[in-house]
């Protein structure tokens, strides 16, 4: 398995708009845009920095898994993404190192990427985040 960059961090917001005042005025970043996941229930604002992201994740259902992570740990960071080369190897090789991993098969996430997430309880309390996509 290779890890070619960080590719993103993840921070959950309960409301985009507001928060993304703070990105694009405060800090200076401009929006790339944004996307809704449904399968995830997430709606995403790509903020680029160099070559790697911000994506605020603004939940769009209650049951949804930022507002369970926003009800239980407040706004913050969620998840740090790791760019990887083939992403089907680096499940494969998080097993068989013996990482849990909660994506056994890569999903669909946001900007077109396949992504598979690992068990925090793998990975020292922080959700890892393996992301294939192209540039």
Known sequence: MKVLKV???GIAVKNLDETLKFY??????????TETVE????KVAFLPVGDTEVELLESTSPEGPIARFIEKK?????H?????ENIEEAIE???EKGFRMIDE???YGAGGAKIAFMHP???HGVLVELSERED
Do not use: C, N, W
Not at 24 to 33: I, R, Y
Not at 39 to 42: A, C, F, L, T, Y
């Open 80 to 84: 740090i993404a790791f760019k990887v």
């Open 39 to 42: 399968e995830q229930k997430v």
């Open 7 to 9: 590719d993103h961090i």
């Open 93 to 95: 090789h998080m097993k």
């Open 121 to 123: 309880k793998s990975s």
């Open 24 to 33: 694009t005025e405060a800090l200076g970043l401009e929006l790339h845009g």
């Open 105 to 107: 098969k890569p999903r």
């Open 74 to 78: 407040g706004e913050g960071i969620q």
